[in-house]
């Protein structure tokens, strides 16, 4: 089967390499005219233009990047199966029509308020209490398009920086630990839950992800099972989703955002589960049956960022798996992901603290059950 991916970064890159065993082909739409995949092929179409001839090529459509109009997918809709559908697109993509769809299941968020103006953001930091997070409605992703808020007199500033006409404007949490969980839904209704993760975030950016976590309560992962259960089913979704959430001292979780596709913190699924997010994705769309999500032992996934450390030195680590994306360095940018396995958590923290010596600028590892 030939499948088409809207988006051609690296998580289309994973998806190929999960899909070749499967017999699959890959084509990739490339809307931005800078593809990173390296792999399968590619249709660079920044005018929409060659949107027929990449149809022509491919029996289903998914997609690795959430960022597009929504328009494309509704029209592809018309020709084509496509897997998460546009209604799934729609709602991540806005902010203020993912905490209303949270309201509307029942999935408790942090306070938020949606503002229009520069005024109401300043009346928004006043009312819920400072320090708040204000979000760009739209178009937002690993820290891009938002500002923190510590007094309300940076109401103002922080609207032009932001620079967009929308924004969800959140109160701070005081949470133990980001999580998230990451769920699979196939064609027939079957779903299954891969264990939880906790994730550390640096300016916004995903930097260490772990699982299975040693101290979680079964009934913390059977509420965000049952969080993310209500969000496949409520957007019949077929696919792979993930569900970031906040956990507080108390254990009760707090949705702070979802995204419709294979996701950074569940890389560590490549070596550290039966089955990959990414060959479960590939399941499902497929109508395929799914695979095992639990994972083969404790898993940390490290995400190599700006600068590369050298290869041989990472590789030398014990049961260590390198995976480069074959791109340039710039600063931000997301280079390649390093999985780390061990027998146990304490064996794991020290094998992920000797590879984040290896990398440049890699901050310290830090782990709520540490």
């Known amino acids: 089967?030939?499948?088409?991916?809207?988006?051609?970064?690296q998580l289309g890159r994973m998806l190929a390499l999960a899909g070749y065993p499967l017999a699959n082909?890959?084509?990739?739409?490339?809307t931005t005219g800078h593809p990173s995949a390296g792999i399968g092929e590619v249709v660079i179409d920044t005018d929409r233009k060659h949107l027929e001839a990449f149809l022509e090529k491919v029996d289903l459509v998914t997609y690795e990047f959430e960022h597009l109009p929504v328009s494309l997918v509704q029209a592809i809709e018309e020709v084509r199966p496509v897997y998460p559908s546009s209604e799934a697109i729609r709602v991540c993509q806005n902010r203020a029509e993912e905490k209303a769809l949270f309201d509307r299941l029942g999935i408790p968020t942090p306070a938020y308020r949606l503002v229009e103006h520069a005024d109401e953001l300043e009346a928004a930091a006043q009312e819920l209490g400072c320090p708040v997070v204000a979000k760009s409605v739209t178009e937002g992703y690993d820290g891009k398009g938002q500002a923190v808020i510590r007094d309300p007199a940076e109401a103002h500033e922080a609207w032009r920086a932001i620079n967009h006409p929308r924004l969800v404007v959140e109160a701070f949490v005081d949470f133990v630990r980001e999580v998230s969980i990451i769920a699979v839904r196939g064609r027939d209704g079957e779903v299954a839950f891969y264990p939880m993760a906790e994730n550390q975030h640096v300016d916004g950016i995903l930097r260490y992800s772990i699982a299975p976590l040693p101290d979680l309560d079964a009934g913390v992962e059977q509420v965000a099972d049952g969080y993310i259960r209500a969000l496949l089913d409520e957007l019949d979704y077929v696919g792979v989703l993930t569900l970031e959430l906040f956990q507080c001292a108390d254990g009760s979780?707090?949705?702070?955002e979802m995204a419709p596709r294979v996701h950074n913190s569940g890389h560590w699924s490549i070596d550290g589960a039966v089955t990959s997010q990414f060959e479960n994705h590939l399941r499902a769309i497929q109508g395929l049956p799914l695979g095992d999500t639990s994972a083969r032992m404790p898993t940390c996934m490290v995400n190599v960022i700006g600068r590369e450390g050298e290869p041989a030195a990472i590789l030398a680590l014990p049961d260590a798996h390198l995976h480069r994306y074959d791109k340039s360095e710039r600063a931000g940018r997301k280079l390649a992901h390093v999985n780390l396995l061990a027998p146990t958590h304490e064996a794991l923290l020290e094998r992920v603290r000797a590879c984040a010596a290896l990398l440049p600028d890699a901050p310290a590892p830090r782990f709520s059950f540490e």
Do not use: E, H, P, Y
Not at 1 to 9: D, R
Not at 253 to 256: F, G, P, S, T
């Open 253 to 256: 979780l707090l949705a702070n």
């Open 1 to 9: 089967m030939n499948i088409g991916v809207l988006g051609a970064g």
């Open 25 to 30: 082909r890959f084509t990739f739409l490339d």
